[in-house]
């Protein structure tokens, strides 16, 4: 036999809404014990819990202890009266709703009543109680309503703050990824100035002499410009050591290059290229404008004394000019060695010219 297809199963239902439960309490205040009675009865009757009190004074401790969504209570009594003792409720700011019952009703007593805060007004005695239900009901829908619009202001209220901590925390972490990326970036500067720089003189290490230098040579064949070369070694360098000291030596060498980046352009590129030997790259700078800088930094160096030291030092300087001397790196700085030797040959302490 063939069996019925099983039915489908239901689609489960949606989740209602929570919505906050509030319990069903009132307070009646009257100073006649009938009344309250009636009252009270009709309340418990519609499912309220309620308490009872013969006069104001005596309601008024009971709602400071424990507030009551819906209040009925006689406008005139012994003592405190309705009224006072609806401004005294009204001043606790609880939002609890207050019923006004009087037997000497006019409109301006409702006027007046409804003025102060009153939810509403009845009229003793009751002609029909079911009245005191159906004003009970609203006034207790009202106060659900209001109790709920609180509460959803307050969550707004509550989310609105958390999204405004959320964007001052993000902000803030905005700010920090910047001067981090910032201080990043400076570090990372710092790491490639130390990659091109010398640690004892600051002037450009050969490493970046090779880049500038191909550079120089490729811009010079292609625009056909001028480029001189300029090779500088210090005389009797190991004997200046040997004499009096590494210390010395070294602040000969950072004399020697504090005077470099005096002398020559920001265009040009002076380099300690190992050692005790110097190369300044003179871009579109004839060979007789690279001696003139070469005679001028020789003669600088040659007056400048080393404090410390009891003498002063010289170098021995080659020029060479790309092109007549050689139409690549390698060839422009082997003639210019080579008049470094020449220079030392001749003496030292002076400029000689590749030729």
């Not at 709920?148 to 905005?174: G, P, Q, Y």
Request: proline share 3%; aromatic share 6%; charged share 25%.
């Amino acid at each position: 036999m063939n069996q019925a297809p099983a039915p489908a199963p239901a689609p489960a239902a949606k989740p209602k809404p929570q919505i906050a439960i509030v319990r069903k309490r009132a307070l009646v205040v009257d100073d006649e014990e009938s009344i309250r009675g009636i009252v009270a009865q009709v309340l418990t009757d519609e499912g309220y819990q309620v308490t009872q009190a013969s006069s104001g004074e005596e309601a008024f401790a009971m709602f400071q202890k424990q507030p009551f969504p819906v209040v009925f209570t006689d406008i005139r009594m012994a003592g405190m009266s309705g009224l006072d003792l609806l401004k005294h409720l009204k001043q606790l700011k609880t939002g609890g709703h207050v019923i006004i019952m009087t037997s000497h009703g006019t409109m301006d007593v409702a006027v007046n009543a409804l003025k102060a805060g009153a939810y509403d007004f009845l009229h003793k005695p009751f002609g029909d109680l079911e009245l005191i239900a159906n004003v009970a009901k609203r006034a207790m829908q009202s106060y659900v309503l209001v109790r709920e619009r609180e509460k959803l202001v307050a969550t707004l209220k509550s989310r609105n703050e958390a999204m405004a901590n959320l964007n001052k925390a993000f902000k803030a972490l905005t700010v920090t990824l910047k001067n981090k990326n910032l201080a990043l970036e400076n570090l990372n500067e710092a790491f490639k100035a130390m990659a091109i720089r010398d640690d004892l003189t600051g002037l450009f290490n050969r490493r970046y002499f090779d880049e500038a230098i191909a550079s120089e040579v490729i811009r010079a064949t292609r625009y056909n410009r001028d480029l001189s070369l300029i090779f500088m070694d210090v005389d009797h360098f190991k004997n200046f050591n040997d004499e009096f000291g590494h210390q010395l030596g070294d602040a000969a060498l950072r004399k020697i290059s504090a005077i470099l980046k005096e002398v020559v352009r920001e265009t040009d590129i002076a380099t300690r290229y190992g050692g005790e030997e110097f190369l300044v790259i003179l871009p579109e700078t004839s060979k007789e404008d690279a001696r003139a800088v070469a005679e001028k930094i020789r003669e600088t160096i040659a007056n400048a004394a080393i404090e410390g030291a009891p003498k002063k030092i010289t170098i021995s300087a080659g020029v060479a000019t790309f092109g007549p001397d050689g139409r690549n790196t390698a060839e422009l700085i082997g003639r210019a060695d080579q008049a470094v030797y020449q220079a030392k040959r001749d003496g030292r302490d002076r400029v000689c010219v590749s030729s």
